[in-house]
């Protein structure tokens, strides 16, 4: 079972940049896909961005495409979410997400993902 730590949130200005580090223990670092989510206030959590196992493919919602990039560094166990050009509509909690899919594949669906981490907050101010 793998444990997550999410870190790397704060206060940020509009057109400004954060980014997110995702810290794995406890499992195969490399046997998971990993994901980003963000939960705003009163509203449900939302994909926001996938890395395959293979670290190639990727994949993004709509509404971070061109500013957000998801990457992972295998010998550190640690997966990073870069947020460029932010907008007060990112303001949310982050959540990182793992689960063990085929080496390729890259998973957006919520409830596909089995490990979460705490959160980190993520505040973008006008």
């Known amino acids: 079972q793998v444990q997550l730590v999410e870190s790397g949130g704060g206060l940020v200005q509009a057109g400004g940049s954060l980014r997110l580090s995702c810290a794995a223990s406890g499992g195969t670092f490399s046997s998971y896909t990993m994901g980003w989510f963000h939960q705003a206030p009163g509203k449900e959590r939302e994909f926001v961005a996938a890395?395959?196992?293979?670290?190639?493919?990727?994949r993004y919602a709509d509404s971070v495409k061109g500013r957000f990039t998801i990457s992972k560094d295998n010998a550190k166990n640690t997966v990073y979410l870069q947020m460029n050009s932010l907008k007060p509509e990112d303001t949310a909690v982050y959540y990182c997400a793992a689960v063990s899919a085929p080496f390729g594949m890259v998973v957006a669906g919520r409830a596909q993902y089995d490990y979460w981490g705490q959160g980190t907050q993520v505040t973008v101010s006008s």
């Open positions: 890395l395959s196992r293979s670290g190639i493919v990727t």
